[in-house]
């Protein structure tokens, strides 16, 4: 089954626990409307391409912890866009959470996901004790404090905002679980993938940035032009659109130099270089090519 597939529906069968009967209607439904339609589910996919590397022996497992991962971004951009912090109309194409619900629904909302992570990684990685105990640290470190995107929310209320700990927290922190993630789920030592996650998630922070200053919110789903509204710090705004698009490049090239020694390492490599293209949205692929 192909990677998207599977990733779909163990996040199908984990809303469908969350939304059983009994569960308060508004927060059932907006758990849903949350989670579908997703992105391109990059880091979901990056775990799933990293445990397939290993030798993925257990894909129940690995594709929980891909579905885990997932939760804990959509969690995070339902409390982005919240009006505490980026006052978001849109995510996806659609009305922002707290929008379609309301603030006091979509703060539960992203709760609940963050909760549902670590429900799924249970329900499915229980088998093996061992793996199931590494894989809920790795993630509660990319979920948490002083690291994960907990902190990373809390960076942009701080006067004075170091780009490299705002981004490798806010943004970095779950591109690194899904690398280390991958490999505890397959039974892989986890902590050599971290430097491939980091690169790639600051890779992608930067394709971000330039998406916020070249975009129109119609190509890339949100608001564009929020960091300049907001006054958050923005890579393509310090280094120009040309700087910001070789160092998106530089570390796309430092990522893949990154991977471990593995026996997926020749087709990983192919992957993380095609994913890296749909960091960027095809008006500004259409300038690298």
Not at 125 to 151: D, M, Q, T, Y
Request: proline letters at 7%; charged letters at 20%; hydrophobic letters at 45%.
């Amino acid at each position: 089954m192909e990677s998207g597939q599977r990733i779909e529906m163990a996040l199908d069968r984990a809303v469908a626990h969350a939304e059983a009967p009994g569960a308060p209607p508004l927060l059932a439904e907006a758990l849903r409307y949350a989670v579908f339609p997703g992105g391109h589910r990059i880091r979901p996919r990056l775990c799933l391409s990293v445990a397939r590397a290993c030798g993925d022996d257990d894909p129940a497992g690995s594709v929980a912890a891909a579905a885990a991962i997932e939760f804990l971004h959509c969690a995070s951009l339902v409390h982005d866009d919240l009006p505490c912090f980026d006052d978001a109309p849109m995510r996806r194409q659609k009305p922002s959470v707290h929008v379609a619900f309301g603030e006091p629904i979509a703060v539960l909302t992203g709760d609940a996901l963050i909760v549902l992570a670590f429900e799924t990684l249970a329900r499915s990685v229980g088998r093996h004790p061992a793996r199931l105990g590494r894989l809920v640290g790795l993630l509660g470190r990319a979920a948490g404090s002083p690291s994960g995107i907990a902190a990373g929310q809390a960076w942009e209320s701080e006067a004075h905002i170091s780009l490299s700990d705002y981004q490798q927290a806010k943004t970095g922190a779950l591109f690194a679980a899904a690398t280390v993630a991958g490999a505890a789920a397959a039974g892989a030592e986890p902590e050599p993938w971290r430097r491939l996650g980091e690169c790639l998630g600051e890779a992608y922070q930067v394709a971000d940035d330039l998406r916020d200053v070249a975009c129109r919110q119609e190509e890339i789903g949100k608001p564009a032009g929020r960091d300049a509204t907001l006054g958050r710090p923005n890579a393509a705004a310090l280094l120009g659109t040309g700087g910001a698009m070789e160092r998106l490049s530089r570390l796309t090239r430092e990522a893949v130099a990154a991977i471990p020694a593995c026996p997926g390492a020749a087709a990983l490599t192919a992957e993380i270089e095609a994913q890296a293209r749909l960091f960027l949205p095809a008006s500004l692929r259409a300038v690298v090519a």
